[in-house]
């Protein structure tokens, strides 16, 4: 399992990098989603891989370490609201300018 | 009262905000906003003068014993940057209730969260805490920096908006490796771990490198600085006023992490690289100012200038250069905002020309241009300002470390070419007419805006006569930061401290 996640963690990083060097807002914008899944999935195992173990402490059952799923809960609600944002400031560029270039000396 | 203080500045701008929300009202808006920031200044005033009988005050939320907890942690340090944000705020809010606040939408919620995050920011003392304190802090940012419309606002907040989520991701990815390694994220925690054998070292440094790499771009260290002199520039005055003091966000950040967490056991993780990239930053910033074009665009490489003059002392970890620096963040906080105010009312004043340097109409108001030279000698380091006291108080204090010579030719030499670029651009504004031409008719500039830039412009003669016992302060802060044993024993009960201390002394 540990394989897979870092295949799934590597890959998304990769592919998120590639995008974010476009030069347009909206694979940029793919990109940092892309990125933040990929951020997720890393946090979500820095509290280390447990089958069957629920996040709770009871006397003689394995558990699992809620903190990082604490973590990724907030990193979610954040990133989402960050990338809702980031497209509607996209969109408002897209209507201003008619073009979506990231850099801002295009054609000014 | 005294138990609960520290949450109170979070509290504060939080339930105006909430309030804010409530009423759509402008006039009510502006007055609850007003209210609370004057209450936060009052507030931070006392705890700044609570914080100075070097008790540690912490404040674990739920009251879950900590490293369980979250805690906020007021020390010298945090209490005095809690005052600053206020005053800055609440100077910065007066000026937009003039209308400013009119040209768009929420701008009174907004402020408040704004304020919220970069109080929580210096009070937390866990670090993912501090990272949902700065993503609160850039949220309102953002939009903050959108208020008003226009293309090159949107423009340049796309540019900052992925900027900065890019630095959140790596900053969750240090967070991650951190807790993955020590198995903690409370800050005094984190000290104490490192002070154990057994964990992953290269693991363990990459995530704090990591850590370091997202306080820089917030402070704008300079090859992650190109986004800050356009964002600045292209924000409204009010708003890039109160944007004067994001960076310091970030230089704060490094230089607790580096005087609790690093300096015990890994001092050489910023040793040459930090000092020798602020240089860069000073010069660049230094050359920016002279290729400025306009007054706020001139007042945004100032600021960057001033980043890069601090980013010189997180890597020299002793307490006179911190003590120097603490001084000089605060009075160069208050000129950069000054300058960014003061730019929104020469723009004004002089119609299609705005705050370009070129050849305008004269000013309406004589006064404006006092206040220009006084900002203008502040920000250039010349006597007798306290732009001056603060770069003496660095300098001196920079004479004996190893790159000592270096840093008093950069810093110097980028004073220099400051001084030439603020007298050339002076002349424009303040000499330099078409003929007999009259001032233009424009609306005056009101009590609020000419209350609050007046406040801050005599910020700088201020600072400067009470340089002693801000220095004091200053000093004693910087002592305090600089004993991570007393911070570790502070949040985690004694006991738990002893390794670091016998660590630091070594």
Not at chain 2, 144 to 153: C, D, I, M, N, Q
Not at chain 2, 258 to 271: E, N, S, T
Request: with cysteine; glycine share 8%; proline share 5%.
């Amino acid at each position: 399992m540990e394989v897979l996640l870092s295949i799934a963690i590597g890959v998304l990083t990769a592919c998120g990098v590639f995008l974010i060097l476009r030069a347009r807002t909206f694979p940029v914008l793919l990109g940092l989603t892309l990125l933040s899944y990929a951020v997720n999935l890393f946090l979500f195992a820095s509290g280390r891989l447990r089958v069957d173990a629920p996040p709770l402490i009871r006397a003689g059952a394995s558990y699992a370490d809620p903190l990082p799923q604490a973590l990724v809960l907030t990193a979610i609600v954040i990133g989402f609201g960050m990338t809702a944002y980031l497209a509607i400031l996209a969109l408002r560029g897209l209507s201003e300018s008619g073009a979506d270039h990231v850099d801002t000396d295009q054609d000014e | 009262m005294n138990a609960h203080a520290p949450i109170l500045p979070i509290l504060i701008p939080l339930a105006a905000a909430l309030l804010q929300m409530a009423s759509g009202r402008l006039p009510f808006q502006r007055l609850v906003g007003l209210l609370a920031t004057g209450l936060l200044v009052l507030l931070t005033g006392w705890l700044t003068l609570l914080a100075d009988d070097g008790v540690l005050r912490v404040y674990a939320l739920g009251d879950w014993p900590p490293p369980f907890a979250i805690v906020l942690v007021v020390d010298r340090l945090a209490a005095a940057m809690t005052l600053l944000t206020a005053v800055l705020g609440f100077l910065v809010l007066l000026y937009a209730s003039a209308g400013f606040d009119r040209e768009g939408m929420h701008f009174h919620p907004l402020f408040q969260f704004q304020l919220l995050g970069l109080l929580g920011a210096f009070l937390t003392g866990d670090l993912f805490n501090l990272f949902v304190f700065f993503e609160i802090m850039l949220l309102a940012s953002y939009v903050l920096l959108a208020h008003g419309g226009g293309l090159t606002r949107t423009r340049a907040g796309i540019t900052y908006v992925v900027l900065n989520l890019i630095g959140s991701a790596l900053f969750l990815i240090a967070l991650g490796l951190l807790y993955g390694t020590l198995g903690t994220l409370n800050l005094a925690d984190v000290a104490r771990a490192l002070t154990q054998p057994g964990y992953n070292q290269a693991l363990v440094r990459l995530s704090l490198a990591l850590m370091i790499v997202v306080f820089a771009l917030k402070a704008g260290l300079l090859p992650l600085s190109f986004w800050l002199p356009h964002t600045y520039t292209a924000a409204g005055a009010p708003v890039a006023a109160l944007f004067a003091i994001m960076t310091k966000v970030g230089i704060v950040a490094i230089l607790r992490l580096q005087a609790i967490a690093l300096a015990p056991v890994m001092p050489d993780l910023l040793a040459n690289w930090l000092t020798t990239l602020a240089l860069a930053t000073i010069v660049f910033a230094a050359l920016g100012a002279l290729a400025a074009v306009r007054l706020r665009a001139l007042a945004a490489w100032l600021v960057l200038l001033s980043a890069g003059t601090l980013l010189l002392t997180p890597a020299q970890a002793s307490v006179e250069v911190s003590a120097a620096a603490l001084y000089y963040l605060v009075q160069s906080t208050l000129a950069g905002a000054a300058f960014f105010l003061l730019s929104g009312i020469i723009a004004e004043q002089r119609g299609k020309v705005a705050d370009h340097f070129m050849t305008g109409p004269p000013l309406q108001a004589a006064w404006l241009k006092i206040a220009f030279l006084i900002v203008a000698t502040t920000a250039a380091a010349l006597p007798p300002f306290s732009g001056f006291v603060g770069k003496l108080m660095l300098l001196s204090s920079l004479r004996e470390v190893a790159a000592g010579p270096v840093i008093w030719t950069v810093v110097l030499g980028s004073g220099f070419i400051v001084m030439a670029a603020l007298a050339r651009d002076g002349c424009y504004l303040i000499w330099k007419h078409k003929g007999a031409a009259r001032p233009l008719a424009v609306e005056p500039v009101g009590w609020q805006r000419t209350t609050a830039l007046l406040l801050l412009v005599a910020a700088g003669p201020l600072l400067a006569l009470l340089a002693r016992p801000l220095s004091d302060y200053s000093g004693r802060a910087a002592a305090q930061l600089h004993t991570p044993g007393a911070y570790v024993t502070g949040v985690l009960g004694a006991g738990a401290a002893k390794s670091i201390d016998h660590e630091a002394r070594q």
